[in-house]
């Protein structure tokens, strides 16, 4: 008898298990549960629909007929309400129970609403499904000024659609610089001029003490903790994910503002996996755990999971993420875990290009770089073979840096 592998989530990380899991194992069972009424998608094409870029056709990656021809039983508009891990079954809100041999939990996060009066009114968006994407479109085509809250790397979304679509706003931030965990004023300025030059204003030291709206419940304004009112009819909050977890708050599985999983992405469950956004994994470059939200890196774990849901420990998550920002007129782009490490080095290298490396005890734990992406093999190279650079920091600075320029070094 085959065995059977039941998916929660049919995001890249789910989708990207089923391929994995019907390449390696022809006879295996699989079912993908996802609350969407969609199939796969591209998540990072969204934003260009929603920039009104795109039509819909080409952001389809699987579409319902490849389930059928690979024998992957895909539900969708299904909400799973029990996880049993005890009887190795799962239960939907239909009545339906999934027994299986092994589970992938790739169930991902929801959007954080802001803490503040009205948030949930009209014109307020979100953005993470396609749904949300045909919805932001249609909103923002009908708006005249904009807000957008949320200063990281799903807000700066927010702040090209609007541009994109000739709708002035301005972008509340509560720092003195767009994604002040991972840049330092110099750089992020690159980044605020290129919003001002679309119509998009920062405006530092702010952020919503609560939205004010019409008679219909429409959004008319934003008004900041300073008492500033921002007048807007369409309004981007991107302040974060809340992980779907609760999924798994009555099983033994282990939790960590995300489900806790090895470098196999394996839960404390032995049958039990989780890959995507939803892990707190064991970074093997780090020697701790990490969580990553990027598109590859989902990708990657979902196809790692699936070859240890059939044969454990047989290939472990080491992997380098990077996030691409393609919305300006120069290349941005970060890579590992830009916001940690005990150490920083950055430098103006020309106009307009700019580069920031965090380093851990001496070796490269991430970075971004803006204008100039050259680099980006090498740095990518010294995180993967965790070399101690911590005494040439200076060269890595350098315009035309490559790995062949370090001196082969140990550590002090």
Not at 109 to 131: C, K, M, R, Y
């Amino acid at each position: 008898m085959s065995d059977s592998h039941v998916i929660i989530g049919d995001g890249i990380a789910g989708a990207s298990a089923a391929e994995t899991l019907r390449e390696q194992s022809p006879d295996a069972e699989i079912t993908v549960i996802t609350d969407e009424g969609e199939s796969l998608y591209n998540r990072i094409l969204i934003k260009e629909y929603a920039k009104g870029k795109l039509p819909e056709a080409p952001i389809s990656i699987h579409d319902e007929s490849w389930y059928d021809d690979n024998d992957v039983d895909l539900r969708l508009n299904t909400v799973v309400v029990d996880v049993d891990t005890e009887n190795d079954a799962v239960h939907t809100h239909d009545g339906e129970t999934f027994e299986y041999d092994t589970l992938l939990l790739a169930v991902g996060g929801t959007p954080q609403q802001l803490p503040v009066e009205n948030s949930d009114a009209d014109g307020i968006h979100h953005f993470w499904t396609f749904q949300d994407a045909r919805e932001i479109k249609r909103s923002v085509e009908n708006a005249d000024h904009g807000v957008i809250v949320g200063a990281g790397l799903l807000g700066i979304d927010f702040a090209a659609i609007c541009g994109a679509q000739d709708v002035e706003a301005e972008y509340l931030m509560r720092g003195d610089c767009w994604w002040r965990y991972a840049l330092s004023e110099e750089g992020a300025e690159i980044m605020h001029e290129a919003m001002r030059e679309r119509g998009v204003e920062p405006v530092f030291g702010s952020g919503v003490d609560h939205f004010e709206v019409d008679d219909d419940g429409h959004v008319t304004a934003a008004v900041d903790p300073n008492g500033e009112r921002y007048e807007c009819d369409f309004a981007g909050v991107a302040i974060g994910l809340d992980f779907n977890t609760e999924l798994v708050e009555d099983t033994p599985i282990e939790t960590d503002d995300g489900i806790v999983v090895d470098e196999y992405m394996r839960t404390n469950v032995d049958n039990v996996f989780a890959a995507g956004d939803i892990t707190r994994y064991h970074d093997v470059l780090l020697g701790d755990r990490a969580q990553n939200g990027s598109w590859g890196s989902a990708k990657e774990q979902g196809s790692i999971a699936a070859h240890n849901m059939l044969d454990y420990g047989s290939k472990e998550f080491k992997w380098v993420s990077s996030y691409s920002i393609t919305h300006f007129d120069f290349p941005f782009l970060s890579f590992g875990h830009p916001t940690i490490g005990d150490e920083t080095v950055e430098a103006t290298t020309a106009e307009g290009e700019w580069r920031r490396v965090a380093l851990q005890d001496g070796r490269v734990v991430g970075g971004v770089l803006i204008g100039d992406l050259s680099p980006q093999s090498a740095f990518k190279q010294l995180m993967r073979e965790q070399r101690y650079v911590g005494d040439q920091t200076d060269l890595l600075m350098e315009k035309g840096f490559s790995v062949e320029d370090l001196a082969q070094t140990t550590e002090q």
